[in-house]
């Protein structure tokens, strides 16, 4: 072989084994709970605030000294702590970080949580959120570094369908830009299901992506379109995403799928691919509530449990209270709430941490992998369910 090919190839080979280096540290990086860009909360500055649809409001944060802001891998969530009155519990909440990784802004891109319409018991609107739309330029925001284990995982390299609902597509819109700005020649297909024109967020954005790369092909399906949006234009479907939606546009092949939407939609597609072969492996989402989707197996009486100790005795040391284990209890902290038990909680997803227990005797499994980890010791009552007799410290 000729000594210039020869050199090609070496850097080549160079670039590739580089590239692999980084995306292996990243990934490590963003794995790993004690290499945060911070510790505890720091202080972030909103410096604009954009509607983008309607009760939707982009944030964006700058480091209130004018500093460049540690850098998260698209997908991550930064966990907001809210000011209370003496007294009343902390009021925690997770928000994806909904542009790419930049060094100058963080964006959170916000819902405000409305009450029901027909509100006879007069329901209040969100907390956090209500607390995040009466922002304004020039408000001081605490905020944990950002976290989870909900991103575009650098080491994987298979084309990707990226499938968002409603505001979920916060994170996705991070990967997607991310995908785009450096020019990532992967096929990328990119669901979008929403109910009309008036409640789509970081639409143009989007838009944007899929106009200027032939790679990224966009499909956005509106469930309740208005009379003057237009399929075809303003978006591509009537109805609701689909797993039959998903098998007709994107075709046969391996792919990795990165879901984030309401419960009820991530079910039914979690549910749908798996069904249609697709590896565990390959799926990965984000729930924004309660961990609605329960893929390890809910533990049962088995034969060796069924007699004397199924359903287990929950006891909370501290409280003097106990409670057979309910199986229509979300998680522990439902069980433990239910007992009129005062724990704290946030994100009610294993994100925030801030419902961590410690566990005295026996064992739990988690129904949800950890965006957060607790301390040796402890268990994440949001996500957790016993496998045996248990005691809490609580
Ligand atoms: C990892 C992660 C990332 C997230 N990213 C985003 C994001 O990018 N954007 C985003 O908008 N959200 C995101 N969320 C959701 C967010 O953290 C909050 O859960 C959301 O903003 C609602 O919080 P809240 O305090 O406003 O509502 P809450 O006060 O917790 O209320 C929730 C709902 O319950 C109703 N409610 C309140 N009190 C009662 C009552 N007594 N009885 C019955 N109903 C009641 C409210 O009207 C409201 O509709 C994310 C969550 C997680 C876990
Ligand atoms: S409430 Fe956030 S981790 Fe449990």
Redesign the pocket.
């Known amino acids: 072989m000729r000594l210039r090919q020869r050199q090609r190839n070496y850097a080549h080979e160079r670039q590739a084994f580089l590239r692999e280096v980084d995306a292996t540290a990243r990934a490590a990086r963003a794995d790993r709970q004690d290499f945060l860009g911070w510790s505890g909360t720091r202080d972030l500055r909103v410096s604009a605030l954009v509607d983008e649809a309607r009760h939707v409001k982009s944030i964006y944060l700058t480091d209130p000294d004018g500093g460049s802001l540690p850098r998260f891998e698209p997908g991550q969530?930064i966990t907001c702590h809210f000011e209370t009155a003496a007294g009343e519990k902390p009021l925690v909440?997770?928000?994806?970080l909904?542009d790419r990784p930049r060094d100058e802004y963080y964006r959170?891109?916000?819902?405000l949580?409305?009450?029901p319409s027909s509100n006879e018991s007069q329901?209040?609107?969100?907390?956090?959120?209500?607390r995040m739309h009466a922002l304004a330029i020039g408000d001081r925001l605490a905020a944990s570094a950002p976290r989870?284990g909900f991103f575009l995982d650098p080491r994987r390299q298979l084309p990707l369908v990226l499938v968002a609902g409603g505001?979920g597509v916060?994170p996705l819109a991070s990967m997607l830009a991310e995908l785009a700005e450096t020019n990532d020649s992967r096929d990328v297909y990119f669901f979008y299901g929403v109910r009309n024109s008036c409640e789509h967020p970081l639409r143009e954005q989007i838009e944007e992506f899929a106009a200027e790369h032939a790679n990224i092909r966009m499909c956005v399906a509106y469930s309740q379109p208005l009379p003057d949006d237009r399929e075809g234009g303003d978006y591509q479907l009537r109805g609701r995403l689909s797993i039959e939606t998903i098998h007709r546009v994107v075709p046969a092949g391996q792919f990795d799928y990165y879901l984030c939407g309401p419960g009820e939609m991530m079910e039914q597609l979690v549910e749908g691919l798996l069904a249609s072969g697709v590896p565990e492996e390959r799926i990965l989402y984000?729930a924004?509530?309660p961990a609605s989707i329960r893929r390890a197996a809910l533990p049962q009486a088995s034969p060796a449990t069924a007699a004397a100790d199924w359903p287990p005795i929950v006891r909370l040391a501290s409280s003097s209270q106990q409670a057979s284990w309910d199986d229509d209890c979300e998680s522990l902290l439902e069980l433990i709430e239910g007992l009129g038990v005062d724990i704290d909680s946030g994100?009610r997803?294993g994100?925030c941490g801030m419902c961590a227990a410690r566990v005295l005797e026996g064992n739990v499994i988690t129904v949800k992998q950890a965006?957060a980890a607790a301390p040796d010791g402890y268990c994440l009552a949001c996500i957790s369910v016993p496998t045996s007799p248990l005691v809490l410290e609580l």
């Open positions: 969530y909440r997770c928000y994806s909904s959170l891109t916000i819902k949580l409305e009450p329901v209040p609107a969100g907390r956090a959120s209500s989870g505001i916060t984000e924004f509530g994100c997803a994100s965006g």
